[in-house]
């Protein structure tokens, strides 16, 4: 909580910009829908995959500040600044460690975040200058879609991984396609696929041997599968329907 007049800190919270000029407010700790006011727009902040929770705390990304943000339910402060010219794309949690993309004007980055906000590299520059954003992990490897037209899937093996390890192409998803969401469910990578013009969402579980084959279809012509939850042994897709049926 920070500096206010005539307003009661226990509700509302404070939180400054890295300028030190402006502040933004939460009200009630974030616990109600409350919209998010003040200096920093709504377009600073992040959609797909912009946000994590790890141990007990809520990271999220403000791009215009180029930093990962961290709220404890009480206070909301700067975790993380990137280095100048990067930027977060994407975030996820696995093994209780945070893993970010990042992309600076000519290459994709993926990096493992430790407890105190220090970066390691995981493997070389994933190729092509389109957003890395989505992030997925299974059987001890971590998958990254590069937001291309189409999309494609990229895997490295963690635990052999260096900062010069290759990244390799593991998917190549259908024409039209630009966006990817993942999910580990039953042992397996199961993606779902969004994109432009007549696609068909789908959503696609990768074998063991690395095959992708579908696993469910969206009804409708042009649709999108905007995300994969898995909750109490179940995988739940949510999908939109641009041609209303």
């Not at 003040?38 to 600073?44: I, K, L, M, Y």
């Not at 042992?187 to 990768?206: E, K, N």
């Amino acid at each position: 909580p920070g500096p206010g007049t005539g307003t009661d800190d226990s509700t509302t919270y404070y939180v400054p910009s890295t300028s030190g000029t402006s502040w933004r407010t939460s009200v009630n700790s974030f616990s109600t829908n409350t919209a998010y006011t003040g200096a920093v727009a709504s377009s600073d902040l992040i959609s797909t995959g912009s946000s994590v929770m790890l141990n007990d705390r809520f990271f999220y990304v403000n791009v215009t500040e180029g930093v990962i943000r961290v709220f404890d339910g009480t206070q909301d402060n700067i975790f993380l600044t990137m280095p100048s010219g990067y930027t977060v794309g994407g975030m996820n949690v696995f093994n209780g460690t945070m893993y970010i993309s990042a992309r600076t004007a000519t290459a994709n980055y993926v990096f493992s975040v430790d407890t105190v906000g220090r970066l390691t590299q995981i493997g070389a520059a994933v190729a092509g200058s389109n957003s890395v954003r989505a992030l997925g992990f299974n059987a001890g490897g971590l998958f990254v879609c590069r937001e291309s037209s189409p999309a494609e899937i990229y895997r490295i093996t963690l635990s052999t991984a260096t900062s010069a390890t290759a990244w390799t192409l593991d998917y190549t998803a259908p024409a039209n396609t630009n966006r990817i969401v993942m999910a580990s469910f039953v042992g397996l990578l199961h993606i779902g696929l969004s994109g432009t013009g007549a696609l068909t969402a789908d959503v696609l579980q990768r074998s063991a041997a690395g095959v992708y084959s579908s696993v469910d279809t969206a009804t409708g012509a042009a649709s999108d599968v905007g995300s994969l939850v898995v909750y109490q042994g179940r995988l739940y897709a949510s999908w939109l329907n641009y041609d209303g049926t």
